[in-house]
């Protein structure tokens, strides 16, 4: 169950979950998720109270874990530029022409248009197609792989986030930001894999990072590089 709060100029949203259990206690996972686990019969009213209450603090952790997630400095879309695609870094060329295009030719991405305006729209829009491509390649044999625990999810959905790589919704569905394509297959593995562990165990218990170790020993590393690598 689903609910949100206004704290100031702030919206707090936050899933609740009942559970034979004596105190409503908060929880914000590295995920930027405010989970709320409350005892069974528990009123919305009353946990709104709670979160309320508790939005300082709520606010505060979802700040410190915010300052994990990597942010692209600006580019400005000119030709010597270096831009990523699948962890390689890559030239810039803008070249005018009168066809609109986006490319990769041998450690170059080469744009061509007469409206330098639009280089970074069409940049953007060429990421996405990629990603779209790209990340159904990358997740076939990952959801394969999964298969055992007889879970498949729904769809494998592209949306850009703000502060997540990437989200899986209650209906199975995974989302992946597409600014992954920027990084290295085993990064976006990382990112399908923890999703994918979502489908599974829904909070971030013990037994899921047990599952996650399973299924990907390394994943702490590629997580690390994923953060670094696009700061």
């Known amino acids: 169950m689903k609910d949100e709060i206004l704290f100031g100029s702030k919206t707090i949203d936050y899933t609740i979950s009942f559970s034979e259990r004596k105190t409503l206690g908060i929880t914000i ?30 606010i505060k952790q979802l700040s410190y874990f915010l300052s994990f997630y990597p942010k692209m400095p600006e580019k400005l879309f000119v030709s010597g530029e270096s831009h990523l695609y699948m962890g390689r870094h890559y030239r810039l060329k803008v070249t005018a022409a009168k066809k609109e295009e986006v490319r990769y030719k041998g450690r170059f991405i080469e744009v061509y248009t007469n409206d330098k305006s639009k280089v970074k729209q069409l940049m953007s829009q060429w990421y996405r197609r990629r990603a779209k491509v790209k990340f159904q390649e990358i997740a076939q044999p990952l959801i394969e792989k999964f298969a055992r625990f007889k879970i498949e999810p729904s769809d494998l959905y592209i949306q850009e986030m703000a502060t997540r790589w990437g ?42 990072l047990e599952l996650q170790d399973r299924m990907m020993p390394d994943w702490e590393k590629w997580k690390e590089k994923l953060e670094r690598l696009l700061a």
């Open 29 to 58: 996972t590295p995920e930027m998720e405010v989970l709320v686990k409350a005892p069974e019969g528990t009123s919305q009213e009353k946990i709104r109270e709670k979160v309320l209450k508790r939005a300082p603090w709520v």
């Open 167 to 208: 989200s899986c919704t209650p209906k199975g569905k995974i989302i992946l930001n597409p600014e992954l394509i920027k990084a290295p297959r085993p990064c976006i593995e990382y990112v399908i894999i923890h999703e994918l562990c979502h489908l599974i165990h829904h909070d971030h218990t013990t037994k899921f």
